[in-house]
T-cell receptor
Framework: AQTVTQSQPEMSVQEAETVTLSCTYDTSENNYYLFWYKQPPSRQMILVIRQEAYKQQNATENRFSVNFQKAAKSFSLKISDSQLGDTAMYFCAFMRGDNDMRFGAGTRLTVKP | DTGVSQDPRHKITKRGQNVTFRCDPISEHNRLYWYRQTLGQGPEFLTYFQNEAQLEKSRLLSDRFSAERPKGSFSTLEIQRTEQGDSAMYLC????????????FGPGTRLTVL
């Protein structure tokens, strides 16, 4: 069974600083997808960034980037130049096949002014 | 198209009552997923449809739960004889066949069972 572990229940960062959220996963598969989703308070979940396991290059989306270490089964999210609007729950997710998306327990990130 | 919508957004019910939630996916998406999210946890997969066919059900989906997608468009999730442990956020998501890994989530229905 695949599991996703987010070891940081809560984190905080000063506005304009950089923060890294960690995620590890367990799988015996070779082909899969990894995702970071953001869930702002009382708002719906939105995709921040995704990574295909067969791609060695780390995905980047503006201020968001990942450090994908396939051998270590690690998939951390780095947020640069943090903004107040980045305050949210962040979920790491793993998917193989058509439907089997598993989520971690989440990290609550607070960006402080 | 304004994205995935869910109705109602909040539902409070008494234990033992039946409740039904509706999800309207993005119109061109043929895949629809239901998740349950309890406080402090990530979403857990419940079931998934491709068009009108229900292709997989999690063991979390007890016999009190039933989901339908009769015309391959909107879907309903019904919980019969609700229990306090059913209190959670029920999320719906949809995706296209080509981009199945890219899911659009709805705002969720928050269920409180008293």
């Amino acid at each position: 069974a695949q599991t996703v572990t987010q070891s940081q229940p809560e984190m905080s960062v000063q506005e304009a600083e950089t923060v890294t959220l960690s995620c590890t996963y367990d799988t015996s598969e070779n082909n899969y997808y990894l995702f970071w989703y953001k869930q702002p308070p009382s708002r719906q979940m939105i995709l921040v960034i995704r990574q295909e396991a067969y791609k060695q290059q780390n995905a980047t989306e503006n201020r968001f980037s990942v450090n994908f270490q396939k051998a270590a089964k690690s998939f951390s999210l780095k947020i640069s130049d943090s903004q107040l609007g980045d305050t949210a729950m962040y979920f790491c997710a793993f998917m193989r096949g058509d439907n089997d998306m598993r989520f971690g327990a989440g990290t609550r990130l607070t960006v402080k002014p | 198209d304004t994205g995935v919508s869910q109705d109602p957004r909040h539902k409070i019910t008494k234990r033992g009552q039946n409740v039904t939630f509706r999800c309207d996916p993005i119109s061109e998406h043929n895949r629809l997923y239901w998740y349950r999210q309890t406080l402090g946890q990530g979403p857990e997969f419940l079931t998934y449809f491709q068009n009108e066919a229900q292709l997989e059900k999690s063991r979390l989906l007890s016999d009190r739960f039933s989901a339908e997608r009769p015309k391959g468009s909107f879907s309903t999730l019904e919980i019969q004889r609700t229990e306090q442990g059913d209190s959670a956020m029920y999320l719906c998501a949809s995706s296209s066949g080509e981009g199945r890994e890219l899911r659009d989530f709805g705002p969720g229905t928050r269920l409180t069972v008293l």
